[in-house]
């Protein structure tokens, strides 16, 4: 898409909100009428949403397609272990990138033992959940262009056992120097977020971070 990076986010952000009401309207919604408009109103976000990430809009639509019922934002958990100055990061099989262990939240879990579980699946790592260091809604942080409105949560951690072991998702394991990260996945995980979290390990005593 042609423009600034802020004018790309501004754009998909317009279409997130797009996609969320037609989303509620097909929920809610039981005139055929209506039920026809919103289905067009989540065309025209998929269009936007593909345009700004250069994808396939049939792709997008489909996506969109996947969610049903009143639409919210997603909870993405990361989980920063550290040894000194070195962090715990995973390599993702999708993307044979780098990233600090997390996932999405799954109903029934609460956000600690989500993040613990994911540390845990991902690596082999036992690690306890210390500090909420930061929340942060996805796209106001710069990462890469995505369908749906989320919110991170980052937690610093402590390792309290385990061993390193891939997983179906990972396929590399390892403590890294913060001055020499591998390629991080960013959609996942950006340089600085690490960096901050870091800096929560060392002061333990600063408040959560939020947008």
């Known amino acids: ?95 044979g990138l780098w990233t600090l262990p997390g996932g999405w939240a799954d109903p029934g879990d609460t956000p600690r033992e989500a993040v613990e579980r994911e540390i845990r699946e991902e690596s082999g790592i036992e690690a306890r959940a210390v500090k909420l260091a930061a929340v942060y809604e996805r796209d106001r942080q710069g990462h890469p262009p995505f369908a749906f409105a989320a919110f991170k949560l980052f937690f610093v951690c402590e390792r309290t056992g385990g061993e390193e072991r891939v997983s179906d998702e990972t396929d590399g394991v390892g403590f890294f120097p913060m001055r020499s990260l591998p390629p991080l996945s960013l959609g996942r995980v950006l340089p600085r977020q690490i960096e901050r979290l870091l800096e929560h390990a060392r002061h333990p005593e600063w408040p959560t971070e939020f947008d």
């Open 1 to 95: 898409m042609n423009g600034s990076g802020s004018e790309a986010a501004l754009w998909l952000r317009q279409a997130q909100r797009l996609a969320a009401l037609a989303q509620n309207g097909l929920t809610y919604a039981r005139d055929h009428f209506d039920r026809a408009r919103y289905e067009e109103l989540r065309t025209i976000a998929a269009e936007m949403m593909a345009h700004v990430a250069a994808a396939p809009v049939e792709r997008v639509r489909e996506l969109l397609e996947t969610q049903s019922g009143y639409a919210t934002p997603k909870v993405d958990v990361r989980g920063a272990v550290f040894d000194q100055d070195r962090v715990l990061l995973v390599r993702e099989v999708l993307d």
